[in-house]
């Protein structure tokens, strides 16, 4: 295995575990801090929106220079330090307030969206091991997930800033070992947009805004839907953890699924998948079956993540791998603040099952209209509708 390849392993581990920490348990301890209903949406809903504009910026960037480590390093380093500030203010007693928190969080969203994009664009140089590699990120959040469910208590501020810290400061560590620059292609600004005038790559982007709409009801509201049905947190630790499980499993198989399947295929398949998880998420009331249906988070995240990651490989040119990459990034992070707007007050108004059950909704919504994108490729004779209109 190549250094660059190892490092970026490394990478993926130490900065999901990082989010392992961050995203099942921020909702609770924002929860402890007193921040509930609208004013939790407004600040969860920062990590989307600035996550529009971030990795945007950075992938243009990435493409217009040929840049790669050293903008991850940048990023890591942008992301880190609110949380050193948290940090400290929870070490030396100070109460962590909304007004503290909402210009905090929102630097660290502005810099977390280009530590998952412009790794991924790393990653997908070599495509055939892109689901073996970033694999090793799900088993740093699976990691520190079941860890902090033990060992972190809400109510202690400083816990939770201080392991997310510890995590992004590897994240920029291990940036430092990977290639500060992509190997060098033709560039043409031209290009950098192209993809916006394709109506098969808009209709794509639209079924990734509706698939992340739907999803993020789990990174929102699943903890604290689990903890209505009694579920403590070590339990919750454990329900993340057997989804992060199976997504590493469907990680790791993705190549020979990837191989009998087209991409926009995979994609319709698992937001279908989504529509059924989250349908049952809100009828379900026992926690043992709750935890039953947790390895459906293989198929209603991981599949369709890699998939369309495939998909986008296959059709942005080389040379703006980076930009269409980073146009996906913008889709789906306009679907998580979509979202966030709508599950944070439906949950503090109506809880989990009205929540789901709209997650549900949107789900299948987006799984219908990728699935007309696949029928129109097959229609059009076309074995793979990456390739419905000439990308270079």
Avoid at 46 to 71: K, M, Q, T
Avoid at 164 to 184: C, D, M, N, T
Avoid at 313 to 335: E, I, K, M, N, Y
Wanted: hydrophobic share 55%.
């Amino acid at each position: 295995m190549a250094p660059s390849r190892a490092h970026l392993r490394v990478y993926y581990f130490v900065f999901f575990s990082a989010l392992g920490v961050y995203n099942p348990f921020f909702p609770t301890w924002l929860e402890a801090r007193g921040i509930t209903g609208m004013r939790m949406s407004t600040i969860t809903v920062l990590n989307p929106i600035l996550g529009i504009v971030g990795p945007l910026a950075f992938g243009v960037v990435a493409d217009l220079f040929g840049l790669r480590g050293s903008l991850l390093r940048i990023a890591a380093a942008g992301a880190l330090l609110p949380f050193v500030a948290l940090s400290a203010l929870a070490l030396v007693g100070r109460q962590v307030t909304y007004g503290a928190l909402l210009p905090l969080i929102a630097v660290f969203a502005f810099f977390r969206g280009p530590l998952v994009s412009m790794a991924d664009v790393t990653a997908l140089e070599d495509p055939a091991s892109y689901g073996r590699t970033r694999l090793f990120g799900s088993a740093g959040f699976l990691a520190s997930a079941v860890v902090a469910g033990f060992v972190l208590s809400p109510k202690d501020a400083a816990a939770l800033p201080v392991a997310v810290g510890l995590g992004l400061s590897g994240a920029f560590l291990a940036a430092r070992k990977l290639p500060a620059k992509a190997p060098p292609r033709t560039q043409s600004s031209e290009d950098a947009f192209s993809l916006l005038l394709k109506p098969d790559y808009l209709v794509f982007l639209l079924g990734a805004l509706l698939w992340y709409a739907s999803h993020v009801s789990y990174d929102l509201c699943f903890s604290l839907h689990a903890r209505d049905l009694g579920a403590s947190p070590s339990f919750i630790g454990i329900l993340w953890a057997v989804g992060v499980l199976a997504e590493i499993w469907l990680m790791s198989a993705f190549h020979q699924l990837g191989s009998k399947r087209s991409p926009v295929e995979l994609v319709a398949l698992g937001l279908g998948a989504a529509a059924i998880r989250f349908s049952l998420v809100s009828v379900v009331r026992s926690l043992p079956v709750l935890l039953i249906l947790q390895p459906l988070h293989a198929l209603s995240f991981a599949l369709v993540w890699t998939a369309a990651l495939e998909h986008v490989r296959r059709r942005a040119p080389a040379r703006v791998l980076a930009t269409g990459q980073s146009l996906f990034s913008v889709a789906t992070c306009l679907g998580s603040a979509t979202g966030m707007l709508t599950w944070g007050p439906l949950y503090a108004r109506s809880g989990g099952p009205a929540v789901f059950s709209g997650a549900a909704g949107v789900a299948a919504l987006g799984s219908i209209t990728v699935a007309g994108l696949a029928w129109h490729a097959r229609r059009a004779g076309l074995a793979d509708p990456g390739r419905v209109l000439p990308a270079e």
